[in-house]
């Protein structure tokens, strides 16, 4: 089965949700169960959920953003087209994953902080 | 070194994402991997810096139960903020999932429709089936709409958002395929059973075929079957096998009642599914597992650790994913002995084997000797762990 490790995103033109068919079946977004609050104030843990969807879409943008500069680099301007066909090439997955980590450690700052004096 | 995951192998059912839906996938792994390697294991610090020494203060003793240090450690403000943050991250992985498989249902629909056409290997579905309510209660692991809804003959939703969510839920340990686990059961078995010619393999709860399809390459003149209990899981892995070319027969079936004769294979196996059955039903399916085996069939499986002999901080650890995570039989299945429950089903205690494991982000698995040498309680949910045993009849 392993033969096809450099196939691993040769589909990516065909990635883009091309076909104008859209399917009857509505997508399923609630899980079945009590969902658990883990604050005294469930709001808080709203707050934490809404962080997190904001901290998951300024990376999404900032990917978006270095797929532009990557285009950049050998095309003028990049259409919406253009940035859905992009490989990113190893050695660019390489840098985005760690710009991901150092991006998550500031983030996260406040905790590991907190950490840090408690070793201490 | 910063976690880099590489897209699950593109067969033709695999959903595709886009650039930034993959984008998303890519920042919830690596946020989810920030907790596990700076978080989780630190939540041991708090506990023995902070949580530990008020109880003793209060109650002047030390917590003598697991249950004792949950309670004490879910008002710990450290606890109640990764908590909060595991659980969403948690949703955010299948509602991005959910996002990928709705524009790709239609593509996804067509190529089923084309790979089954001529299939080499087949799906039975049962149109009485009575689905059992520990998996239709709760939608296990928060998956949206778990593994029983099928709302149509073509309904494909809920195991294509397992098929790539769950691949980053692991953040690639299953390997690209899927086939990690199985790739390490299939060592396991002709490591300890290097006897073994099975002519009939059977993988009971086998969800959308991860570990069925390795099967066929690792014993390449043996028929391969596989069963669940969701009808759009079997329908998905039928499509899903057809398009890697491997012949698997996958039948919706309950592992309680194996509609199998006694005595028809020679390997029957598991992957991940004892911890989502009920306290009735695993020892139930190790009974019918027995009965299905030949003399001198194999029983082999893996699954989330036994966690008896982890501290008491430990197994709140481990335990966490049964109270917040929708994975409400893990504690049961963490607590039992693998040699008590495998001789419940009526094999031999003393012949019982049990071998442990850690997987890396490329689904590669490294046996270790000892268990509790090497404790891994920032595996939250024993995403990193894994115990493999089994048992000949």
Redesign the interface.
Known sequence: MAEDTEKQSATREETAPASPMETDLERIRTAKGQRPYFFPDPNLDKLVAMLMALVSEVAVLRERLDTHERLAEVETWASGAQVEAFEAPDPVEAERAEWREDYVGRIMRIITDELERLKA | M???I??P??HRMMP?????EH??E???A??KH?MSD??YP?DE??YE??AKQRFVKEHGREPKDCGEVHHLM?DEP????????A???Q??L??NQ??I???????M?AEAKALTRKAKGSVTLDPDFEMPRYVS???IH?????YP?S??ED?L??PAVYDRGAYYYTRGMVG??G?GGAQALINAVKEFYPDLQPKRILDVGCAIGWSTV?LV?AWPEAEVHGIDVGEAFMRYAHARAEG?GKVVHFHQMNGEDLKFPDGHFDLVMSGGMYHETSKKAAPRIIKEIYRVLKPGGVSMNYDIPYGGEYNLHEQFMLNWDC??N?EPFWRQWTAWDRADFMSWGGFDKDGVIDAWADRDHEGNFKFFPKPFDELHTSARGGIGRVQFFGAKK
């Open positions: 910063a976690l880099n590489k897209e192998y593109p595709r994402a886009t650039h930034d984008a998303r890519n920042i919830i690596a946020v920030f700076n978080i630190n610090l708090v810096k902070q879910m450290y606890t109640q903020m990764w908590s909060s943050m659980r969403t991250l949703e955010m299948w509602d959910g996002e498989v709705q524009h790709e249902m239609p593509r629909q209660a709760v939608d928060a998956m949206p709409g778990g809804t709302r149509s309904d939703f809920t690209r395929w086939e390795p390459d890697l109270y917040f929708a």
